[in-house]
């Protein structure tokens, strides 16, 4: 392999905003489960000592204008309330078919890392959010003062008495969506928000003495320029957070923003790439190191929560109607949407739900997708993949699985030829170019599911 761009015009380079790939495969490629299989039996050969639990909750007090997460705006008639009733259900269908084989105890089943997702978990009010850590410990048993405990929240909803909540429960990490100090650019994201607020919650957090603050921020806004994009991550970097998310912004189908009218891709595309290489070498310079394309942690700072790469990984457990679980033959979930409506269906059906003893919505993972996906995971950071590990799982070596994905990222000069010979890693282009990367290493099988899916 060489680390030269192609000159021969057999395909153009590929476009670097196609998809953000989180986890593969993705919700899109899932369908309804025939055989409705039972937990217990999904769960029997599985390995249990060091699982990962994600609870979701999807409610949200506003619905940004990029958002395509799985979440509705508000929760009326004690939503909430009912909501969590139907995840102490499911927590407790979950324990019993994990411990359906007889594991039990320190040697049986046990979580490494447990994470509050969304929507906004701090969405939920205090008290509320005292049962939520009560459906994991109490139900799931989960040891949340033990193991990284990561939890994201929201300008408006990180008060004083929701962050005392979760610190004594013992979060280690708190993830806030911010995407830009000015106020412009937020309305222009439709995230209306006033920067003096956003300043007031940070204070919160830093008060609150949760080891690992995250900010995160967006570039590719609607006139945002490299001045303003420099404000806002001086902005956060003076609240000298542990880590640092930068995203491109995505205009998706069925999000208010995905239903505007934007400037030519192409313009777009070099507007956001100029803006990320900005930021990443903006960071560099303050005493940040590179995670991935999206992840930077101060030099030095803990690692104190589950990030995104760790929360993928097989032998994850999800609690809630947004979210995923993962054993190594099938990922299943509940049904997806983005639609507002389709959306509070199928919330509406999660909290009257009584069984939920079985998978009902998923996929199958076979050898070819696990090894798509490990590769997936591990290229797309930035310290890049050790072949020994990937030839100990598989039994053979990512040049003689996908030679001609490999081929073509080398072409583009996205892989490091300087890596050393018992590594694969990425370039920083390559980094840069990390969602495009990411959906080329998509199967057939993925792509044409994706492909058929009926937005909705």
Do not use: K
């Given at each position: 392999m060489t680390n030269t761009t192609s000159t021969n015009g057999t395909a153009p380079p590929p476009r670097p905003y196609e998809s953000y790939v989180y986890a593969y495969p993705h919700k899109t490629a899932y369908r309804p489960l025939a055989d409705r299989p039972a937990l217990s039996g999904l769960w029997a050969g599985e390995r249990k000592d060091a699982l990962s639990l994600y609870l979701h909750i999807p409610f949200c007090e506003v619905r940004c204008g990029f958002c395509n997460l799985f979440t509705r705006i508000g929760a009326p008639d004690e939503l909430t309330t009912r909501y969590l009733d139907a995840l102490d259900r499911q927590a407790t269908a979950v324990a019993d078919a994990l411990h359906a084989d007889g594991t039990a105890g320190a040697d049986g089943v046990r979580f490494a890392a447990a994470a509050f997702g969304g929507g906004t978990p701090t969405f939920l009010n205090a008290g509320e959010l005292e049962r939520l850590c009560d459906i994991a410990e109490k139900r799931m048993g989960a040891d949340l003062r033990a193991v990284p405990l990561s939890v994201e929240t929201s300008p408006s909803t990180a008060t004083a008495d929701r962050l005392s909540v979760l610190a004594e429960?013992?979060?280690?990490?708190?993830?806030?969506?911010?995407?830009?100090?000015?106020?412009?650019?937020?309305?222009?994201?439709?995230?209306?928000?006033?920067?003096?607020?956003?300043?007031?919650?940070?204070?919160?957090?830093?008060?609150?003495?949760?080891?690992?603050?995250?900010?995160?921020?967006?570039?590719?806004?609607?006139?945002?320029?490299?001045?303003?994009?420099?404000?806002?991550?001086?902005?956060?970097?003076?609240?000298?957070?542990?880590?640092?998310?930068?995203?491109?912004?995505?205009?998706?189908?069925?999000?208010?923003?995905?239903?505007?009218?934007?400037?030519?891709?192409?313009?777009?595309?070099?507007?956001?790439?100029?803006?990320?290489?900005?930021?990443?070498?903006?960071?560099?310079?303050?005493?940040?190191?590179?995670?991935?394309?999206?992840?930077?942690?101060?030099?030095?700072?803990?690692?104190?929560?589950?990030?995104?790469?760790?929360?993928?990984?097989?032998?994850?457990?999800?609690?809630?109607?947004?979210a995923r679980s993962y054993t190594s033959e099938l990922h299943y979930s509940f049904d997806y949407a983005v639609g507002v409506r389709e959306i509070r269906n199928i919330i509406d059906d999660y909290t009257t739900?009584?069984?939920?003893?079985?998978?009902?919505?998923?996929?199958?993972?076979?050898?070819?997708?696990?090894?798509?996906?490990?590769?997936?995971?591990?290229?797309?950071?930035?310290?890049?993949?050790?072949?020994?590990?990937?030839?100990?799982?598989?039994?053979?070596?990512?040049?003689?699985?996908?030679?001609?994905?490999?081929?073509?990222?080398?072409?583009?000069?996205?892989?490091?030829?300087?890596?050393?010979?018992?590594?694969?890693?990425?370039?920083?282009?390559?980094?840069?170019?990390?969602?495009?990367?990411?959906?080329?290493?998509?199967?057939?099988?993925v792509r044409a599911a994706m492909a058929a899916y009926e937005p909705k």
């Open positions: 429960r013992g979060a280690t990490r708190l993830s806030i969506g911010v995407q830009s100090f000015v106020e412009e650019e937020a309305r222009a994201a439709v995230r209306p928000q006033r920067r003096s607020d956003v300043e007031a919650a940070l204070g919160r957090i830093r008060d609150a003495r949760i080891p690992v603050l995250n900010i995160d921020l967006i570039y590719g806004i609607d006139g945002q320029t490299p001045e303003s994009w420099r404000l806002s991550l001086d902005a956060a970097l003076a609240w000298r957070p542990e880590e640092l998310y930068l995203y491109p912004l995505y205009a998706r189908p069925l999000t208010p923003l995905g239903r505007r009218a934007h400037p030519s891709e192409t313009d777009w595309d070099t507007q956001r790439l100029d803006l990320y290489r900005r930021g990443r070498d903006h960071l560099l310079a303050e005493g940040y190191e590179q995670v991935s394309m999206r992840m930077f942690r101060r030099i030095g700072a803990p690692h104190e929560g589950a990030d995104d790469y760790a929360c993928q990984t097989d032998g994850m457990i999800g609690l809630g109607c947004g739900t009584g069984d939920f003893s079985r998978a009902e919505v998923g996929r199958a993972v076979d050898t070819d997708e696990a090894r798509r996906r490990h590769l997936l995971q591990s290229l797309l950071q930035a310290e890049g993949m050790e072949l020994e590990e990937y030839r100990a799982r598989f039994g053979s070596r990512p040049g003689d699985d996908f030679p001609t994905e490999l081929d073509r990222f080398a072409d583009l000069g996205w892989l490091d030829t300087d890596a050393g010979p018992g590594l694969l890693r990425l370039t920083p282009e390559g980094l840069a170019h990390s969602d495009a990367l990411g959906p080329a290493l998509f199967s057939p099988a």
